[in-house]
């Protein structure tokens, strides 16, 4: 059998293989990434539950048909490894955490949607009363419901610098408004089938990321889609507006950073054994129940 390649690209928690000028082989570690560090210790079983949640989702937009009325596509060619082209083909050590994908010309923006006042957004909306170029309501509390959820992109900075908040007009500039605007439009509508979806499970998504690519003219939704590490997931019967509500994802593991005052720069710190294996269980209860609501 034919070695795997050593990967042409590793991020904070993906490796990329090659297999040809078109595509390409997108493998989920188990490293856990908190505000653009990564830590010294996985996250045992994470790879195949972002990877499987993704999956999932993705499958979901196409079977909607919200990809064809938005005319957007996907980068996943094959998600079953057995069907993986040579030498990935059959790869236990890539079963259920990689995927065979379609090469793109990524946008150079994280695609953000926000339908709550959290993170970022609410440490924003204190100073200004605004987040991202967005003037909210005065009076807002944390967590609280916006009126409409919001597009707010931020900049893809280069492996270990920090992603930054910038405004839509910002993105527009760089991008033209063509491409910004449908960018927005694609964004807010996954966001808002996907959030209807899941609150019928008992389960609010506060915010989430996608990010895109360029193939052929068309627009791809590409790496990861809805995941725990993209997206702050809550407990519908436990939220209360004012405070940082328990959630599915890795607002948990930020929580904690923050309480040991780290300076968010690396070295990351190390984590006890607890905030691992809270950390597992969130990311397997969040799998379980976007299995079931997409079932």
Known sequence: MKSIPEPFYKGKVRDLYPVDD???????????????????????????????????????????????KLDFGSHIIETDVDRFPDPYRGREEFRGRAVHVRRCNRVDFECVVRGYLAGSGWKDYQKTGEVSGHALPSGLRQADILPEPIFTPATKAPLGEHDENVTFASMKKSLGEKLAGRLETISIEIYKYAAAKMEKSGILLCDTKFEFGQLDGKLVLIDEV??????????????????????YDKQYVRDYVESIHWNKSPPAPVLPDEVINKTVDLYSIIFNKIKQTLA
């Open 22 to 68: 078109s595509s390409m082989i997108l493998a989920a570690t188990d490293r856990l990434s908190a505000f653009d560090v990564v830590f010294g210790q996985p996250v045992p079983g994470k790879g195949k539950i972002l990877t499987g949640i993704s999956n999932l989702w993705f499958e979901s937009l196409q079977n909607s048909g919200l990809m064809q």
């Open 226 to 247: 809805l995941t725990p590490d993209s997206s702050r997931y809550w407990d519908a019967a436990s939220y209360a507006p004012g405070q940082s509500p328990p959630g």
